[in-house]
């Protein structure tokens, strides 16, 4: 992204906004949105930014602006604690005045920018234009919603396993473009369908936590019933199905309109991966203790049936007939390098491929956790199968439907998994071993980029990222 780009729109866009204030309403007519606030501003409160203290670890004994604590393990306020907090920030703001009269938006702003000359807690923002800064001041000028995304770019987001953040990549420079920090263990990542928002799996608070695409601060972390593996979105971005990796097994539902966990489904074992099908009419949960794939009916949100396979569930991927309903799951096993195929209609394995060894490649057998072969995914186009090999540091090509074997290109040690961009050309795998993620050119089928990233990258995913 083009940070001058960026800058211009966002002067425009605000501009716009303050211009549409100050020429249709009165100061007196504007009033401070409590929703917006709870949503939109308290999440700034608890934000970790870069050298700074959180809002919430000095204000909350304030006699001022006054932050209510949370408790142990409380991830979030409660209605009425949020209409207190609203309460002392409206008081340090004047609705729909210049946002230089207001202490709440002067006091963290940097001087040189705007801001007052000093500040007990620090400058937390450096320029007008700062996201959570502007998200502070359209709500003082009257802003009742967060405007949608206007400009929305591809982007590959690598979870690191051992680390406490996720890496943004541009797929058009391979090159990092960002960081989503403060999420310990980061397990999976997926992102809405508008480029608003992403998800991400969080192993160290159990939550699943939401990153506003435009801050990349986390905007709120939702309670799971457990400690969380993977995740999956429906097309429609309604509905987010999370893996709860403990016994007997549950997959937890989140509604993301109102930003809750309105249901842990019981499930057969713990589960490790879900997965929403490409139609979206299906959740499909793979446990390694109970050997089991569950596919979940994303209508009544029901168990709708199970198998049962040889070996634990490792990665899963689909395939899909001509009217995009499910035909086939591939899916990997512990202990098995290579993969399995599921006829979905039928519920039956109907085939096995076992990945050879690759001559002249040492075999890596040490901290496979289980599972030689982890990362599974078909190309858009819906042509090919790419398998990768922790033993052998390969991803393994395969034509579809007639499974030979295509191509092999080496990706690093402990390559975990894989995603493709939209238009099929390039591949991204995160090589957990090597700390880097490899871009591969999937035409030409050879590795273009190694890509430094956080420590142990697994996840990896592409998403659409708001821009403006
Ligand atoms: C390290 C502790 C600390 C942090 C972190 C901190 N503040 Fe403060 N803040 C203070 C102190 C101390 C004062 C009172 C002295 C002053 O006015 O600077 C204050 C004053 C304020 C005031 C003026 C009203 C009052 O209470 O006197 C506002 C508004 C405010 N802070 C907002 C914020 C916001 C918003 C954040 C996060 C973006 C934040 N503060 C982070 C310590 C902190």
Same mark, same amino acid.
Request: with cysteine; proline share 6%.
């Given at each position: 992204?083009?940070?001058?780009?960026?800058?211009? $729109?966002?002067?425009?866009?605000?501009?716009?906004? /303050?211009?549409?204030?100050?020429?249709?309403?009165?100061?007196?007519?504007?009033?401070?949105?409590?929703?917006?606030?709870?949503?939109?501003?308290?999440?700034?409160?608890?934000?970790?930014?870069?050298?700074? #203290?959180?809002?919430?670890?000095?204000?909350?004994?304030?006699?001022?602006?006054?932050?209510? =604590?949370?408790?142990?393990?409380?991830?979030? &306020? /409660?209605?009425?604690?949020?209409?207190? +907090?609203?309460?002392?920030?409206?008081?340090?703001?004047?609705?729909?005045?210049?946002?230089?009269?207001?202490?709440?938006?002067?006091?963290?702003?940097?001087?040189?920018?705007?801001?007052? =000359?000093?500040?007990?807690?620090?400058?937390?923002?450096?320029?007008?234009?700062?996201?959570? &800064?502007?998200?502070?001041?359209?709500?003082?000028?009257?802003?009742?919603?967060?405007?949608?995304?206007?400009?929305?770019? *591809?982007? *590959?987001?690598?979870?690191?396993?051992?680390?406490?953040?996720?890496?943004?990549?541009?797929?058009?420079?391979?090159?990092?473009?960002?960081?989503?920090?403060?999420?310990?263990?980061?397990?999976?990542?997926?992102?809405? =369908?508008?480029?608003?928002?992403?998800? *991400?799996?969080?192993?160290?608070?159990?939550? @699943?936590?939401?990153?506003?695409?435009?801050?990349?601060?986390?905007?709120?972390?939702?309670?799971?019933?457990?400690?969380? +593996?993977?995740?999956?979105? $429906?097309?429609?971005?309604?509905?987010?199905?999370?893996?709860?990796?403990?016994?007997?097994?549950?997959?937890?539902?989140?509604?993301?309109?109102?930003?809750?966990?309105?249901?842990? @489904?019981?499930?057969?074992?713990?589960?490790?991966?879900?997965?929403?099908?490409?139609?979206?009419?299906?959740?499909?949960?793979?446990?390694?203790?109970?050997?089991?794939?569950?596919?979940?009916?994303?209508?009544?949100?029901?168990?709708? &049936?199970?198998?049962?396979?040889?070996?634990?569930?490792?990665?899963?991927?689909?395939?899909?007939?001509?009217?995009?309903?499910?035909? +086939?799951?591939?899916?990997? @096993?512990?202990?098995?390098?290579?993969?399995?195929?599921?006829?979905?209609?039928?519920?039956?394995?109907?085939?096995?491929?076992?990945?050879?060894?690759?001559?002249?490649?040492?075999?890596?057998?040490? %901290?496979?956790?289980?599972?030689?072969?982890?990362? @599974?995914?078909?190309?858009?186009?819906?042509?090919?199968?790419?398998?990768?090999?922790?033993?052998?540091?390969?991803?393994?090509?395969?034509?579809?439907?007639?499974?030979?074997?295509?191509?092999? #290109?080496?990706?690093?040690?402990?390559?975990? &998994?894989?995603?493709?961009?939209?238009?099929?050309?390039?591949?991204?795998?995160?090589?957990? %071993?090597? +700390?880097?993620?490899?871009?591969?050119?999937?035409?030409?089928?050879?590795?273009?980029?190694?890509?430094? #990233?956080?420590?142990?990258?697994?996840?990896?995913?592409?998403?659409?990222?708001?821009?403006?």
């Amino acid at each position: 992204m083009n940070p001058n780009i960026r800058l211009r $729109t966002s002067v425009q866009l605000f501009s716009l906004f /303050t211009l549409f204030c100050s020429s249709i309403l009165s100061a007196q007519d504007v009033q401070l949105d409590f929703d917006y606030f709870k949503n939109e501003v308290q999440p700034i409160f608890l934000s970790k930014r870069e050298g700074n #203290v959180r809002c919430i670890q000095c204000h909350t004994r304030s006699s001022g602006f006054r932050i209510q =604590p949370l408790e142990d393990h409380q991830l979030f &306020w /409660t209605d009425e604690q949020s209409r207190m +907090n609203f309460d002392s920030a409206s008081s340090f703001s004047l609705a729909g005045e210049d946002p230089l009269r207001s202490r709440f938006l002067t006091h963290p702003l940097a001087s040189d920018a705007g801001g007052d =000359p000093f500040h007990g807690g620090g400058k937390h923002f450096d320029s007008q234009f700062d996201p959570e &800064w502007r998200i502070m001041a359209d709500w003082v000028a009257g802003a009742k919603t967060r405007r949608e995304p206007s400009s929305v770019a *591809i982007r *590959i987001i690598q979870t690191n396993a051992a680390g406490d953040d996720s890496t943004i990549i541009d797929p058009q420079t391979n090159l990092v473009v960002g960081h989503i920090s403060d999420i310990e263990i980061p397990h999976g990542v997926v992102g809405a =369908p508008d480029g608003s928002q992403i998800y *991400i799996t969080n192993e160290v608070m159990h939550s @699943l936590d939401i990153v506003d695409a435009r801050t990349l601060r986390v905007k709120r972390r939702i309670p799971l019933s457990g400690r969380p +593996n993977n995740l999956g979105v $429906t097309s429609d971005g309604s509905k987010v199905y999370v893996a709860i990796m403990e016994m007997p097994g549950s997959v937890d539902i989140i509604d993301v309109a109102s930003m809750t966990n309105v249901k842990t @489904l019981p499930v057969n074992g713990a589960i490790h991966n879900v997965y929403v099908t490409p139609d979206s009419r299906y959740a499909v949960a793979g446990s390694i203790q109970t050997s089991t794939i569950n596919v979940i009916d994303t209508s009544t949100d029901e168990l709708v &049936w199970e198998l049962e396979m040889s070996s634990g569930i490792r990665p899963m991927t689909f395939d899909t007939n001509a009217d995009g309903s499910t035909k +086939n799951i591939f899916v990997q @096993l512990s202990g098995f390098h290579g993969f399995a195929v599921v006829d979905f209609a039928s519920r039956k394995e109907v085939a096995r491929v076992e990945h050879p060894a690759v001559p002249g490649e040492e075999a890596h057998l040490d %901290g496979l956790q289980g599972a030689p072969a982890h990362g @599974l995914a078909v190309s858009p186009d819906g042509t090919m199968l790419w398998s990768t090999s922790k033993v052998y540091s390969h991803v393994y090509i395969h034509s579809l439907p007639d499974l030979e074997e295509i191509g092999r #290109v080496f990706v690093g040690q402990h390559p975990e &998994w894989i995603t493709f961009t939209p238009d099929g050309k390039r591949a991204y795998i995160g090589a957990a %071993g090597d +700390n880097v993620t490899y871009a591969v050119d999937a035409i030409k089928m050879e590795a273009i980029a190694k890509i430094p #990233v956080g420590q142990v990258p697994k996840r990896v995913a592409m998403v659409r990222m708001a821009v403006d």
